[in-house]
């Protein structure tokens, strides 16, 4: 076993740090302050390939693996979690269950432009009534003709307001429930029916847009269905299983800046005549932290390794989100403490890190979650 | 109109992550990353925009150096280069700005001889480890072609090249034919990013590593024993000292002894 | 063809760059090093301008060389000459080697000194060591420059040297970090360009009088294959904070947004950017534009004047690993003179302009304050 990233890996990490660091940091603070979606960004990100990772050439996906595209989100969150977060939930929430469960026209049609950036991709699960019971869904889906019609409101979707597709899921079948009631969909924007509703003011990941989907007698062609018909539960969690992934990657990409900033800091303010840097009590803590985001960063590259290999990464995936969420709220917070008085205030990036880590423990499955699906594991679900 | 272009560019440390030890004032070379040098960046950008706006023109990037060398050529091929050789030999080694260029002509000889004649040849003006400026002009005089250094601005119609070449304090619109060699700076352009399909691309392609042998080169004008500049000494300034108060009796004074001050440095 | 025969080789040339007939600074500081140099080597070695240009433009020019040291004054004139080009000066340049054979040619490192130098080393296949900013040839001042001004080892190096008689030409490398001295074993001339404003101008005097010696050239338009369409002299270009080389800085020691007229008027002179601190862009004096620290810009700059500034962390961040920190400030408590590399204690409005009176003489006041 071999824990050195490859060539192609360590290329992706330097590129995509020079592009964070040139193009994403310099806005982080003032779009954190605005809520503005970072537009410019986002394309560039696409004319790299950054939007599409894990997806072939021949769908104009940069043809790399997925410890590439979590190193990516990384270092996209090491100077702004926003921005990790709309790479993440646009090419795992939505291009991937396109790509996954799509038929071949279905992939031809939505991928290219999803994986190549020129449109933005979301993910329509949550409701207000279905958060961590996602399976009580309560957005209906009725066959009629050629297309279905759907009614209902979805809620805290990231990239709500900026996504061209949707990947909806609805329920077409009550009495099925889980088992076999639910059904996927891609929703084209334009679609008779379909609106964004209200935008979130959020704690934290002031940049990325997170919005309500209305679904009022919206119509939904026959040939946008995902998967088969009762499918669509199973759409959802293998979706979110990959999900997870990316997510972990953004929390421990927050880890990491806020880390590297206050190592900064600690080697610059000096109090009773020395830097922070000098005091054992801090050393002893920053040690701790690192040694919390090197193991957050081994889960996420075996979640992704296994996902490479094609071997249930279900279980791995949730242990690394578990893990690197927690360690991004724990290093966050305590980067704030050290940088002291200063760390309160928006001089400093940190304040801004602590309130993006927090979003890492409750989306894509809260932290409740993500113990249930190891615990199931372990003891098994009956 | 497709144009074939070969872009000379070097692998440098890092000279702006370069530290001093404090107490001694050495150099601490651990650590410090290699990167593609900054004016050659812009040197290989100029030749992609070129490659944008005329597609079939062929960029081939050529360096002479180290095996590592070959990591700067991937990310030159990974930003959208065509074609890269390395040009490495225990004989080219410490070589001095004459010299290299000697082995670089003769590898852009290879080049020629096996695909044609090239349009352009773009270099950056200076390597920020060597700090010469010498070997694109010197290339271009082993070569016989044309040279405009310090190119900021440049375009190209057929044959027809018009570039801006910066002086201290403005600069001259200079006219001139294919083929030539550019030497590039920062105010050229903006260099662009590695594109992630690309770095996949280049960690597979066959990079060519000619050796002297195979560029045909004058072992009597290459290498440390031939350069006809030799280092007699390598050392560090001293390490910076501590602030120092200006003294003065009058503002007067002050401002003098500050600017000597600056001026024996000189800072000013 | 290079020149192997080190007996046939005598004096020193020095590149007179002149440009629309004005001569540079560099070439006068050359010429007065050339001069230095010229009386450390065998007796009659003499130094040389050497002008290059129409007829019109470098003929007045012999006197100043002259009457700044020179021995000798070369003139290289042909119409063809009047605007630089580096096919036309190549040629000119190199065929007057090879017919006059100097020792020793050095040039201002100037954008065209850059241009022109290499490509004739290269057409001579001769060596040229590029932006100098020490020359030497007796070893006892070279030993006594790399111990008082260096870490280098000295151990086993004596005025005894074999190498003793060659050019000893000493430069940065490594973007300042490091610096070599290259030596020419093998071939002559022996080129070096030079650093402007680091060699020392001799004193005009204007009794020191000569005849230059007209060196028939040979050009034809063939020879030149670029043509030079215009020469436009470029309004100073608004410079950024972090491409700035020179940051004059102002804080709340400025008092009042007045403050900033004298910042202005000091950046003018020296031909530096305004930069503040967060205290003054947050009392309103200033654009947020100017700010450095942790919530403005980053700079390293060449020279950072911080005037009125206290030196607070935030401000640090921004700009604490420039080249060359000045501060000026009231206070001589204040934490920026921890950081500074020079530091004055005084009413900035009192130094400052004493600063942009006394800039243009620094020169002298150098040259005069041993």
């Not at chain 1, 989907?213 to 040939?223: G, T």
């Not at chain 3, 950024?240 to 000091?266: K, Q």
Request: aromatic fraction near 8%; charge should be negative.
């Amino acid at each position: 076993m071999n824990f050195n990233l490859t060539k192609e890996q360590e290329a992706v990490r330097k590129m995509v740090r020079k592009f964070a660091e040139n193009e994403v940091e310099p806005i982080a603070a003032e779009h954190d302050k605005t809520h503005e979606f970072p537009w410019e960004v986002a394309k560039k990100m696409g004319q790299y390939g950054i939007m599409g990772i894990p997806y072939p050439e021949e769908y104009e996906g940069a043809g790399g693996d997925h410890i590439s595209y979590a190193i990516a989100v990384e270092e996209l969150s090491r100077v702004d979690g926003s921005t990790g977060v709309i790479c993440s939930a646009h090419t795992s929430l939505c291009t991937w269950p396109i790509f996954g469960w799509g038929t071949e026209e279905q992939k031809k049609k939505y991928v290219p432009d999803l994986a190549s950036g020129r449109k933005l991709g979301a993910f329509g699960l949550t409701e207000p009534n279905a958060g961590s019971d996602a399976g009580g869904q309560q957005t209906v889906a009725i066959e009629k003709d050629d297309h279905y019609v759907l009614n209902g409101a979805k809620v805290f979707i990231t990239n709500g307001g900026v996504a061209d597709t949707f990947v909806i899921v609805a329920m077409t079948d009550k009495s099925k429930g889980t088992h076999g009631g639910i059904t996927a969909f891609i929703v084209e924007k334009g679609f008779e029916g379909f609106s964004i509703g209200k935008t979130e003011d959020k704690l934290g990941i002031h940049a990325s847009s997170t919005t309500e989907l209305i679904m009022q007698d919206c119509i939904v062609p026959k040939e946008n269905m995902l998967g088969k018909v009762g499918e669509g539960f199973k759409v959802a969690m293998t979706t979110l299983d990959g999900g997870r992934i990316g997510i972990a990657s953004q929390a421990l990409g927050i880890a990491q800046g806020a880390f590297d900033k206050t190592v900064d800091y600690m080697k610059a303010r000096k109090q009773f005549g020395k830097t922070l840097s000098k005091f054992q009590a801090l050393q002893f803590e920053m040690a701790d932290m690192k040694a919390r985001i090197e193991a957050s960063r081994l889960l996420i590259y075996r979640a992704a390794n296994f996902k490479d290999l094609h071997q249930d990464y279900s279980e791995a995936s949730a242990i690394a989100k578990l893990v690197a969420a927690e360690t991004a709220m724990y290093v966050t917070t305590k980067a704030v403490q050290f940088h002291g008085g200063y760390g309160y205030t928006a001089d400093y990036p940190v304040e801004r890190m602590m309130r993006d880590a927090k979003i890492t423990e409750i989306y894509e499955g809260t932290s409740e979650v993500q113990k249930i699906v190891i615990a199931n594991k372990i003891f098994g679900k009956k | 109109m497709a144009y074939k272009i070969i872009v000379c560019a070097k692998q440098v440390p890092d000279t702006n992550e370069i530290k001093t030890n404090p107490e001694t004032g050495t150099l601490i070379r651990d650590g410090v990353p290699s990167i593609l040098n900054n004016d050659d960046a812009n040197a290989l950008e100029e030749a992609l925009k070129l490659k944008d706006a005329y597609p079939g023109t062929k960029i081939t990037v050529i360096t002479m150096g180290p095996p590592q060398a070959t990591e700067m050529l991937e990310e030159c091929l990974a930003m959208g280069a065509d074609d890269a050789i390395l040009l490495s030999d225990r004989a080219l080694g410490g070589s001095d700005t004459w010299a290299t260029s000697n082995a670089v002509a003769a590898g852009i000889r290879k080049v020629v001889a096996e695909e044609g004649d090239f349009d352009i040849i773009f270099a950056g003006r200076q390597a920020i480890d060597g700090d010469t400026a010498q070997v694109g002009p010197q290339i271009a005089e082993k070569l016989g072609v044309p040279q405009v250094s310090y190119v900021k601005e440049f375009s190209i119609d057929g044959k027809e090249i018009t570039v801006k070449r910066a002086l201290e304090d403005g600069y001259e619109l200079i006219k001139l034919q294919t083929p030539c060699l550019l030497t590039a700076i920062k105010e050229l352009n903006t260099p662009r990013y590695m594109f992630i399909n690309g770095i996949y691309k280049a960690m597979k392609y066959p990079i060519k590593v000619w050796n002297a042998a195979d560029i045909g080169v004058d072992l009597n004008t290459v290498g440390l024993k031939a350069s006809p500049t030799n280092v007699f000494k390598s050392f560090t300034p001293k390490p910076k000292e501590p602030g120092k108060k200006i003294e003065g009796d009058t503002d007067n004074d002050l401002a003098k002894n500050l600017l000597i001050a600056l001026k024996k440095k000189h800072i000013i | 063809m290079a020149i192997k025969d080190f007996n046939a080789v005598k004096n020193i040339w020095v590149f007179a760059e002149q440009r629309h007939g004005k001569l540079m600074n560099v070439a006068l500081e050359l010429i007065g090093e050339g001069y230095r140099l010229s009386r450390e080597m065998p007796e009659g070695t003499k130094v040389c301008g050497v002008l290059i240009g129409s007829e019109e433009d470098i003929a007045p020019l012999a006197d100043e060389l002259f009457a700044y040291g020179a021995d000798e004054v070369y003139k290289l004139a042909d119409p063809l000459l009047e605007q630089y080009t580096t096919d036309g000066y190549t040629k000119v340049l190199a065929d007057a080697v090879e017919e006059l054979l100097p020792e020793i040619v050095i040039f201002g490192a100037t954008h065209i000194g850059r241009d022109l130098a290499p490509r004739v080393a290269a057409r001579l296949d001769t060596g040229l060591t590029a932006d100098c900013t020490r020359l030497d040839i007796d070893m006892n001042n070279y030993i006594d420059f790399l111990v008082r001004d260096t870490t280098c080892n000295t151990k086993g190096l004596t005025p005894e040297d074999p190498k003793k008689d060659l050019l000893k030409q000493t430069r940065p490398a490594f973007g300042g970090f490091l610096m070599a001295t290259s030596i020419p074993p093998r071939t002559r001339p022996t080129m070096s360009t030079v650093r402007p404003g680091v060699m020392k101008k001799r004193d005009r005097d204007d009794s020191l009088k000569g005849t230059p010696i007209d060196v028939k050239v040979n050009l034809t338009e063939d020879d030149i294959k670029i043509q030079v369409v215009e020469v436009v002299k470029a309004a100073k270009e608004l410079v950024s904070l972090t491409d700035a080389d020179i940051i004059c800085s102002g804080g709340r020691g400025l008092g009042g947004p007045e403050g900033f007229n004298l910042i202005r008027e000091f950046a003018d002179k020296v031909g530096g950017v305004v930069g503040s601190s967060r205290a003054a862009v947050d009392a309103g004096w200033i654009d947020h534009s100017h700010q450095v620290g942790q919530t403005g810009t980053t700079v390293k700059p060449k020279i950072y004047f911080a005037c009125g500034i206290s030196g607070a962390i935030q401000h640090l961040a921004g700009m604490q690993t420039s080249d060359c920190i000045v501060a000026i400030n009231k206070d001589p408590d204040a934490p920026i003179f921890e950081v500074a590399d020079y530091g004055i204690v005084g009413d900035l409005y009192k130094v400052i302009p004493q600063i942009i009176a006394e800039w243009d003489n620094a020169e002298d006041l150098a040259n005069h304050a041993e």
